[in-house]
């Protein structure tokens, strides 16, 4: 395996919405490359980058993979991420380690959802885009609509490099806009283009676009501006540069076609990779924080400075073990180098340094900076930490991902099961940032918390196909929450007098409501100690305590405040404990009286499909309890926008597939809580006590 500097290595992230193709167009662009003898197909199994067999079985990407292809003196590291939404964060946290993006967008369906989403990764991270109109070959496929929508989505700095040289089945090649040629591709797929002189019916509008580009580029860059005005034009070797510039700048965001299942576009695509998007060197320096609490530090991604790399991605292997995918951040990472994780202080040695292609992984003598790699059996080291040379700490930043929205029990179907259930888990949440294993502890349970049903569905199937652990999953969790919508004054008396010690503790307090997300107040008002001040904290803690286990189905109350007016004392028996329970006491009469209910969970809801189903999802969305919030055209397909309650979600997934034939797609962020409606807090309280949660009987 040949050895690559920095600044012939080009480190593309595809990203965009789920079904785009960029799992196939990486595979494509493999096979154009040589990287693979056969052309892989992701509905046979066969792509590169989609070789989990969760992801074989269900035919679209779960986990960000590598791959690379070396091309025209250059190595080109693939990152292939997942475009649906439950596996979203996948993308957001591989993104670290792209110098640019390929956002792929399919041709028919236009600007989606994950479409925008992930460009705002991309603005997270400063990130040059390319956007990529594929699947140029279906039916319906349209690049002047696409077009539009991509300019209606994202702004000016949408600029075609290439236009399709014909469409739907007609689609063989592109027209390039830089060097104004034509390339037909084979019907073989081998991937490969034949140049020729742009066809008599292209040219009108190939020069048009070319003067549209040849202007975007001038804008920026004020030598190329006046030779444009000088001479009407910017020659090609003046145009190449500038347009390099203005991609790394972020001015332009270039357009390009292709279809990855015929293997049409390829050989171009990885040209224009290779002579116009970044190197990691090319990137600024980034900053990090001094691993000893100083001021923070700059590094350059350069051989020359000495070696960190970050893990943006570790994989949970049954044989191999963990295995840790790295970016190169400074330095020349050697194999065998002993190095220091400068988040958790440890020792590791890089043993088996690799590089990797899909599954497989080809061992390296050494990487440099900017290079993507792998290395397996790291003793302490997880997604996020930074390792190098011990006498040069550094912490590169880590990525912060959103929250789990859901969480379901899950039940080990057997003893054994059960034995081998925590380490199992454990490995998996290393691999998967979004993944959360907790015991309830009222009831015992095993909680898996995840971004959706399927998310925790494939870490289910994960146990049971890698770690031959059978659990069942049972209903999901609603994060439901307590509060109160009036106002009530009650005492709290605890009293055991009875021979020896004995117990005394006296309160007085007031509740009221407070606004939705406010949490929790006390305030003590306490005058002329009627209470003595060291015994309030008491007082206080025995309320929360109380508030955590919750009033009517054993949910945390919340946004409430209490007011501690009045009580009394006994000079020998009052201590924290009677106090405590006290607190406790008075805080459940009042919940009684001040009207307790059920707040939920409501999520914005966005959902994208073809318009003749607007009917149908709008009125499944009633069922749902859902308010409409919008509804607009958008690329060919309408995006609904709505509120709904969690609960009601549960199996939208599936049931949107049914729906629309599986052309409708959906995604959903937390938005806030609300009362939960009396009929349904009802059979939610009932489900409750059956399980022996809520009202408790007092002492
Ligand atoms: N006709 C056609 N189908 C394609 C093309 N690229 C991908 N597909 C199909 O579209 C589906 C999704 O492709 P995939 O690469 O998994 O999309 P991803 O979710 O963006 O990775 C698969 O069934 C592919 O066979 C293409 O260029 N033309
Ligand atoms: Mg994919």
Not at 31 to 49: F, Q, W
Not at 94 to 114: C, F, P, W
Not at 351 to 374: C, F, M, S, T
Not at 392 to 400: R, W
């Amino acid at each position: 395996m040949k050895i690559y500097e920095g600044s012939n290595i080009r480190n593309v992230a595809l990203i965009g919405h789920g079904d785009a193709g960029k799992t196939q167009l990486v595979t494509a662009l493999l096979y154009t490359a040589g990287m693979v003898n056969r052309l892989g197909k992701v509905d046979d199994g066969t792509s590169v980058t989609d070789y989990d067999e969760e992801e074989i079985e269900r035919q679209f990407s779960i986990s960000a993979s590598l791959a690379f292809a070396e091309w025209d003196k250059a190595k080109v590291n693939f990152i292939d991420t997942p475009g649906f939404n439950i596996f979203l964060h996948e993308s957001e946290a591989a993104l670290v380690a792209a110098d640019a993006a390929l956002l792929v967008v399919h041709a028919v369906s236009g600007v989606e959802v994950q479409t925008e989403k992930t460009w705002g990764f991309c603005e997270k991270y400063q990130l040059p885009r390319v956007l990529i109109v594929n699947q140029m070959d279906r039916d319906r496929a349209s690049f002047a609509r696409t077009l539009d929508a991509l300019r209606g989505a994202f702004g000016r700095s949408v600029v075609p490099l290439q236009l399709p040289w014909g469409e739907e089945k007609g689609f063989r090649g592109v027209i390039d806009l830089i060097d104004m040629k034509a390339y037909s591709y084979d019907s073989n797929g081998n991937g490969k283009a034949r140049e020729s002189a742009i066809p008599a019916e292209l040219t009108d509008t190939a020069s048009k676009a070319h003067e549209g580009l040849v202007e975007m580029v001038a804008e920026g860059n004020d030598d190329l501006l006046q030779e444009f005005f000088d001479k009407g034009t910017i020659p090609l070797e003046d145009l190449s540069p500038g347009l390099r510039q203005a991609i790394r700048e972020r001015r332009i965001s270039p357009v390009l076609v292709s279809a990855g299942l015929p293997n049409i576009g390829s050989e171009n695509l990885l040209n224009f990779i290779t002579a116009y998007l970044p190197s990691p060197i090319d990137r600024a320096e980034w900053e990090g924080d001094s691993a000893n609490g100083g001021a923070p530090k700059k590094r350059r991604i350069v051989d020359s400075e000495p070696a960190a790399l970050y893990v943006f991605k570790t994989v949970a292997d049954p044989f191999a073990g963990r295995v840790s995918y790295f970016k190169v951040m400074s330095g020349i990472v050697k194999n065998d180098a002993a190095v220091v994780n400068f988040n958790r202080g440890g020792a590791e040695k890089l043993a088996h340094i690799a590089v990797v292609q899909g599954k497989q992984q080809i061992p390296v003598g050494e990487l440099h900076a900017g290079d993507l790699g792998a290395v397996a059996k790291l003793h302490d080291t997880l997604t996020g930490d930074t390792l190098g040379d011990k006498s040069a700490p550094i912490l590169h930043p880590k990525v912060t991902l959103a929250e789990p929205a859901i969480s379901f029990a899950i039940e080990p179907k057997s003893r054994s099961d059960e034995d081998k259930l925590s380490t199992a888990i454990h490995r998996l949440l290393e691999e998967d940032l979004l993944l959360r294993f907790s015991r309830d502890a009222q009831t015992n349970e095993f909680l898996l918390a995840g971004s959706g049903q399927q998310h925790v569905e494939v870490a289910v199937s994960k146990l049971k196909r890698r770690f031959n652990v059978e659990v069942t999953l049972k209903a999901p969790k609603i994060a439901y929450r307590e509060t109160i919508r009036g106002r009530a004054e009650a005492q709290g008396k605890f009293k055991r007098q009875t021979g020896g010690h004995g117990q005394y503790g006296d309160c007085w307090i007031k509740t009221e409501p407070l606004a939705r997300g406010a949490g929790f107040e006390f305030a003590n008002e306490i005058f002329g100690g009627a209470i003595p001040r060291n015994f309030i904290p008491a007082v206080e803690k025995g309320i929360v305590e109380a508030a955590s286990k919750g009033y009517l189905a054993g949910y945390p109350v919340v946004d409430f405040k209490v007011i501690l007016f009045d009580g009394s004392y006994h000079d020998v028996d009052s201590s924290e404990l009677a106090f405590k329970i006290a607190g406790s006491l008075a805080f459940k009469k009042c919940m009684e009286q001040a009207k307790p209910c059920l707040l939920e969970p409501i999520m914005n809801v966005e959902i994208s499909a073809p318009e003749n189903y607007s009917g149908d999802i709008l009125g499944n969305l009633n069922s749902r309890r859902g308010r409409i919030q919008g509804m607009e055209p958008k690329g060919g397909s309408t995006v609904i926008k709505a509120q709904v309650p969690l609960a009601e979600m549960l199996t939208y997934a599936s049931d949107l597939t049914s729906m629309t034939q599986g052309r409708g797609s959906y995604s959903m962020d937390y938005s806030h809580y609300e009362v939960v409606p009396a009929q349904i807090a009802e059979k939610i309280v009932a489900v409750a006590a059956a399980a022996g949660h809520g009202k408790e009987e007092e002492e």
